[in-house]
């Protein structure tokens, strides 16, 4: 029998401390979409979207009233447009994001991820095409997401595609200069991309997912954050790393809950709980305030690595247990404009890029929405990419890039996006030129910790 | 299958009246009743059984949740799988 403590603290979570089911992402596989004819395969993408898909709003709102726990976001990842887009070469790729658009408004999800390319060991079929349209494709749709493989662990890094990812991210930017450079904040360019990832803007359905698949991710930066305020006074890490732990299991044991419910209502298999702490813009929901109530003045001052890592790995521990399968990218984000702490940290000085960059070693993303000069040559894009994706490849862990030129703007002013994606201020960048390194192109050789076999 | 009600305001004359009619409405049998009154913070958790309720359950929030606006308070609905989820392995 449950008891009244119980009830009080999990009513708690939900209305006061922003536990909420971040969101349910619909995995579908479009590879059965594939025509010669890009007309006839914009179709069957969009009937087959809209099919399989057209449940997913209401019964994700259902969930939300009869549990009483918000899901904040609905979203459907599609496989890689691609691979999809091989078929059918020398046409304009554009038209398939324009089909994810008008599919994602038909159904009425926030987001639809998967206009994307998995090119770490070289460019094939369409690859190439797809890359150099997204900046269009991002510009002309409101709910598409886009992201680009360029490393893993296993093939090193290619260093082509991140000579040309630097122009392109620049591009997003320069294209929707109208509408705060949105366009690059819904490109994501990754080393080792997970292919159950249901957080946006780096989703995709990875081709060795079953055809139709439902992938959950959890917040709860709050949840952590109100944990340790009341109860960590007087304990050593030990004793934090504990709590956090045990707050991370009781988080994805909602995750758990709502991710079985809806595969069962939805009549497709369960996927994966993504175990993850995503902070949005509210005040309190921040994973920095989490660094600063373990005992930080400011996150960004030496010991956040150190207090990240803690945290990072906790929040593993704890949600391992409570989730029968976990996936994604599970781990702690750290999204500079999506989290008030971090905002804050930026804007006076107490957090730089080369800290973030730190950061990432340690927790389960990359250099996440930081908006940097609009002067900010592809070169130096490009190269803060690879040094991310370096980090990646070497530790055998998803890192990422999405980083936001502000076109027109320099440091200390600001872009602000509203919604989950926040605002934030301009950040300081190192000028200095990677322009023959990165001219070089080539690959860079998969690293002695790929070679397990 | 089993839902908890959370009451949460001002203290007023009929509360428990008005909560537990509602309930008898749709056909949902109260449990156990936990209330407390903090100076003048009503605090009540209500435990039913919504087995033979007679409307939709999302309906019967709803409800609830307009009784709530009403008074003046706070009236939660939710099924008793997340609490037992969250706190029982």
């Keep these: 029998m449950i008891n009244t403590h119980e009830i009080l603290e999990t009513i708690t979570m939900i209305q006061d401390e922003h536990l909420d089911i971040r969101t349910v992402t619909m995995g579908i596989s479009l590879l059965d979409c594939m025509d010669a004819d890009i007309d006839k395969a914009c179709d069957k993408v969009y009937n087959k979207i809209v099919n399989t898909a057209k449940n997913l709003v209401p019964v994700c709102n259902e969930i939300e009233t009869e549990l009483g726990i918000p899901i904040i976001n609905k979203r459907i990842s599609v496989t890689p447009i691609g691979i999809i887009a091989s078929a059918c070469k020398d046409q304009n790729p554009v038209k398939f994001a324009l089909t994810l658009e008008k599919a994602a408004q038909t159904v009425g999800v926030n987001f639809i991820g998967g206009y994307s390319a998995l090119v770490q060991k070289g460019f094939a079929g369409a690859d190439l095409e797809l890359i150099k349209s997204i900046p269009e494709a991002l510009a002309v749709t409101d709910h598409v997401c886009s992201s680009v493989n360029i490393g893993s662990t296993k093939a090193g890094i290619n260093m082509d595609a991140v000579a040309l990812m630097g122009k392109i991210v620049k591009e997003c930017a320069e294209k929707t200069a109208d509408r705060q450079c949105i366009g690059a904040a819904k490109l994501v360019v990754f080393c080792n991309a997970p292919d159950d990832n249901p957080f946006m803007a780096g989703a995709f359905h990875g081709v060795g997912e079953p055809d139709v698949v439902i992938n959950v991710g959890v917040s709860g930066p709050g949840v952590v954050r109100s944990a340790l305020a009341k109860h960590s006074e007087g304990l050593d890490l030990t004793g934090v790393a504990e709590l956090i732990k045990r707050t991370a299991f009781k988080i994805t044991r909602m995750g758990q809950l709502v991710a079985q419910e809806a595969s069962k209502r939805l009549g497709y298999p369960f996927g994966i709980v993504d175990l993850s702490l995503a902070p949005t813009p509210a005040i309190g929901d921040s994973v920095a305030y989490i660094l600063e109530e373990i005992g930080l003045e400011c996150c960004g001052s030496c010991g956040t690595t150190a207090a990240l890592a803690m945290l990072n790995d906790a929040v593993k521990k704890g949600g391992v247990m409570a989730s029968s399968r976990v996936g994604g990218l599970s781990g702690a984000f750290i999204p500079v404009t999506e989290d008030a702490g971090m905002i804050h940290a930026a804007t006076i000085g107490a957090l730089s890029i080369e800290k973030l960059e730190a950061m990432t070693a340690v927790c389960s993303v990359g250099l996440d929405m930081i908006n940097i000069p609009g002067d900010t040559t592809a070169e130096v894009i490009s190269a803060l990419i690879a040094d991310e994706a370096a980090i990646g490849m070497v530790n055998s862990k998803t890192t990422a890039v999405r980083v936001i030129p502000a076109i027109g703007k320099d440091v200390g002013d600001e872009l602000d996006f509203g919604g989950l994606l926040g605002n934030g201020p301009v950040m300081k960048i190192s000028k200095y030129s990677p322009a023959k390194f990165i001219s070089r192109g080539g690959q860079i050789p998969a690293p002695m910790q790929s070679l397990k076999n | ?89």
């Design chain 2, 1 to 89: 299958m089993r839902a908890v009600i959370t009451v949460v305001g001002k203290d007023s004359v009929g509360i428990l009246a008005k909560v537990s009619a509602k309930c008898s409405e749709s056909n949902v049998n109260v449990h156990d009743v936990t209330q407390s009154v903090l100076e003048d913070m009503f605090c009540m958790i209500m435990i039913t059984d919504i087995t033979n309720i007679n409307k939709s359950f999302g309906d019967f929030s709803a409800e609830m949740d307009a009784l709530g606006k009403d008074m003046g308070l706070s009236i939660h609905v939710m099924h008793e799988t997340i609490f037992n989820s969250m706190h029982r392995i």
